[in-house]
Structure formats: structure tokens, C-alpha cells
């Protein structure tokens, strides 16, 4: 079979939920450009990326205050444009909020909210638990204003709601606490809970999908096949697992059984190109050159690649363990790889070195490019002038 038949079943049109039809079953995981989504800029990359082919394109992680009341995306006026965008190229659109304060949203995209600068589970009143709760619908309520097909919850990496599952970094004592998985999964489920509720009261509903870690400190895979029933019992269309999580998608298609008049848990993974050694070693030079200063953000960092124990695999068998499939920095080289690739084109492909420099502009706070991607439009331009 040659590269381009294994990867056939991803090119076919996918029924992902009653609400999204996608053209294909590749996808554009968020991933954090710092050009402010709000701005022409993050307009062209998005429109490069859902020209390119993609069946589904998710936006950035974008902190929640920026949708609330003084946030500057509160309006769903304000990001119609980018959705009209991507829209217009034959994919469908998608958020990633994260539910605390993110250090990648641009200075005054937001006023201070009860939330807007917690950053760790125990330094959340259980006030501030129902803000995000509420904020979460709120933000439901823009994006589907504004558009949108899709809302995804932050859950995964390390970061915050990813802490509150993890009996290691939630030091809690109350019912949100590490005291039973029921309480760890209490804040995700509320959540999901009130975006499906949300969702049955607007015009437009968004399809449901949630950003979570397959393992992560102090929990494992099986673990989080639990916290994916309970997630899809109140209401997930979609549970998004990050990082390279090809190799444990099958869990998830197999431990979540349909339940009666439900389109069943649809799930997404990460790591269906070759495992990189190259992108593990950038972040870890990263670390050494003081570029992942803070322990908790470096840890992030590298959980966003890799998770321990996971080798990675290839399009045909993430197929059988996955619905959809997710091609961060593959797309970022070449936002074109799904054309190519459907049409037999592999060999146009620019093909992601995984040298990491992305993931390092990030860290110096610089606006993220890929140099490859960069080199490949000179080249074009250049053979355009002859
Ligand atoms: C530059 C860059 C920025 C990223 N930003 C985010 C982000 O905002 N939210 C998130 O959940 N993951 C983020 N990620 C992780 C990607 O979504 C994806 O899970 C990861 O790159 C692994 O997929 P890949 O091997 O296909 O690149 C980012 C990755 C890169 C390379
Ligand atoms: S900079 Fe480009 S080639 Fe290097 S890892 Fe990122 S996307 Fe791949």
C-alpha cells in the first residue's frame, strides 16, 4: 500500500456530529501563533491553513475573559469575519478556550475578571468555579454568533483544568478536590454540562469538543477513559487528546460505549506522523538556554508533544484508533498537505523537519512562523518573477 492509500479513509467526508458535517477527517489543532486571532494577520494564516484543505480548523487557545463583558472578542461581530473566511474555503471552525489567564492573548484584549489570573486549582474560589462555568456559556454564545462550529475547552498539557483531574497538582479540599475521581472530574463535567445546555438555547449549536491529556501527573490512559464517559454522559460531542495519542485512540473508540440516540464519542488524536526526536530535543535545549524558565509552563511545553511510553504511529493504524485526526506543525509547514496528499501530490509536500523552531518563538514571546514554510513562499515567489 503506498503512503497516500494508507491515509485514504482521512480524505472521505466525515458526519462528526448531527450539527458538523466536515469534508475530510484531517484537522487543524489549535495552536498558538501570538498575532492576535483578532487581527488581519491571523485572518490570512487562517484562511492559508482552511485553503489548504483541512477539513476542520481550530483556532488558538484564546483565554475565556476576551469573550466576556470588557473582553475585545465579546462581540460575535468581531470574529465573523475570520469564520466567513475559513467557511468560504470549505472548512469549518473551532475554539479553544482557556479557562484561566493565558499569557499568549494580546495586553488589554480583557478587564480583570474573579478568574482572570488564577492559574492553579487551589487558588480558585468556588465563586470563581461558577464565573468560568458561566463564562463558558457566555463565550458559547459569541462563538455561535459568531459562526462557529465548534467550542473546545483547554483541558490538556498541564494547564489549568488539566491540573484540577490530576490527583498530583490539585491540592484541593472540597468537593473539586483530588479526594475521589468523581471530584477531579467534577469541574470538566460541569463544564461540558453547561455548554450542552447552553447549546440547546441558541440559534446555531456548536458541536462539543473537549482538550484533554491522556496521562498526565498521577493519572493514566484508563483514567481517562473514565473522565471521557463522564464527559460524554453530560453532553461532549468530541474528546480531543493531546499529546501524541495515536497510539492510545483505540482506548477511547473501545472503553466509551454509544449511548441510546447518541452519535457516539468521537475521538481525536495527535501523532500520526512519525514520532520526533528532533521537536523532543528542541524543547529540552529550549529548557537548557532558560528559554522554559518556569517549571510548570516547560512541563507543559514538553507535554505537548510526547507523552511517555507512546512511539508514534502511522496514518493507517491512527486511523482505526482515531475519527479525526490532527496535524499541528505538519500544517504549519505546508497548510497544503491535505490537497497534496489527497490528489497524489506528496512529493510538493514541504515536509515538517520537527526541528522545533516553532515551539521556540513561542517561548521568546515572538510571533510564531515556520521557517521552512517561510523558505518554500520565497522560493515560489522567486520562480514567479522569472
Ligand atoms: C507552535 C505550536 C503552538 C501550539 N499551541 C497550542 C495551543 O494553543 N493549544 C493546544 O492545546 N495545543 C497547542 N499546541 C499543540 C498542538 O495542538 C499539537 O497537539 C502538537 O503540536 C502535536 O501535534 P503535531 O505532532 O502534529 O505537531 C501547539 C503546538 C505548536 C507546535
Ligand atoms: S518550525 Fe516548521 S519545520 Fe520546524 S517543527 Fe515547526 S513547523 Fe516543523
Redesign the pocket.
Known amino acids: 500500500m503506498t503512503e497516500v492509500q494508507s491515509w485514504h479513509l482521512a480524505f472521505q467526508p466525515f458526519e462528526l456530529s448531527t450539527r458538523l458535517s466536515l469534508r475530510n477527517r484531517i484537522v487543524c489543532p489549535p495552536m498558538v501563533t501570538q498575532m492576535n486571532v483578532n487581527s488581519e494577520k491571523a485572518l490570512t494564516h487562517y484562511r492559508a491553513i482552511a485553503n489548504g484543505g483541512a477539513g476542520l480548523v481550530i483556532l488558538e487557545c484564546v483565554s475565556l475573559p476576551r469573550f466576556l463583558e470588557g473582553g475585545d472578542l465579546h462581540d460575535g461581530v468581531v470574529l465573523r469575519r475570520l469564520s466567513d473566511a475559513v467557511h468560504s474555503a470549505g472548512a469549518k471552525v473551532g475554539a479553544q478556550i482557556f479557562a484561566g489567564f493565558s499569557r499568549f492573548d494580546p495586553p488589554g484584549s480583557y478587564t480583570g475578571t474573579q478568574f482572570s489570573h488564577v492559574n492553579s486549582p487551589s487558588e480558585f474560589t468556588r465563586d470563581g468555579i461558577q464565573a468560568v462555568i458561566s463564562g463558558f456559556r457566555e463565550a458559547l454564545r459569541v462563538l455561535s454568533q459568531a459562526g462557529f462550529d465548534v467550542i473546545e475547552p483547554h483541558g490538556a498539557h498541564g494547564f489549568l483544568l488539566n491540573q484540577f483531574f490530576s490527583p498530583v497538582d490539585n491540592t484541593r479540599v472540597d468537593e473539586y478536590g483530588p479526594q475521589s475521581t468523581e471530584n477531579r472530574m467534577r469541574f470538566g463535567r460541569e463544564i461540558v454540562a453547561a455548554l450542552a445546555e447552553e447549546n440547546a438555547k441558541v440559534g446555531r449549536p456548536l458541536t462539543l469538543f473537549y482538550r484533554h491529556s491522556p496521562e498526565g501527573h498521577g493519572y493514566s490512559p484508563a483514567d481517562s477513559v473514565q473522565f471521557a464517559q463522564c464527559l460524554y454522559a453530560a453532553g461532549l460531542d468530541c474528546i480531543d487528546l493531546s499529546p501524541d495519542s495515536a497510539p492510545v485512540g483505540r482506548l477511547f473508540r473501545e472503553g466509551v460505549p454509544a449511548l441510546p440516540g447518541r452519535t457516539p464519542l468521537r475521538v481525536m488524536v495527535v501523532g500520526a506522523l512519525e514520532r520526533d526526536r528532533a521537536?523532543e530535543e528542541?524543547l529540552a535545549q529550549g529548557a537548557a538556554d532558560g528559554l522554559l524558565k518556569e517549571t510548570r509552563f516547560g512541563w507543559a511545553a514538553n507535554g505537548l508533544l510526547h507523552c511517555k511510553g507512546c512511539d508514534g504511529v502511522r496514518g493507517e493504524e491512527a486511523q482505526g484508533a482515531a475519527d479525526v485526526i490532527a496535524l499541528g506543525?505538519?500544517l504549519?509547514?505546508d497548510p497544503s498537505w491535505p490537497t497534496k496528499m489527497a490528489a497524489g501530490r506528496q512529493d510538493e509536500i514541504e515536509q515538517?523537519?520537527?526541528?522545533?523552531?516553532?515551539?521556540q518563538l513561542i517561548f521568546k514571546g515572538r510571533e510564531v512562523m515556520?521557517?521552512?514554510?517561510a523558505a518554500a513562499a520565497r522560493r515560489q515567489a522567486g520562480a514567479g518573477q522569472l
Open positions: 521537536g528542541a506543525r505538519q504549519l509547514c515538517c523537519a520537527k526541528c522545533g523552531a516553532c515551539l515556520c521557517p521552512k514554510a
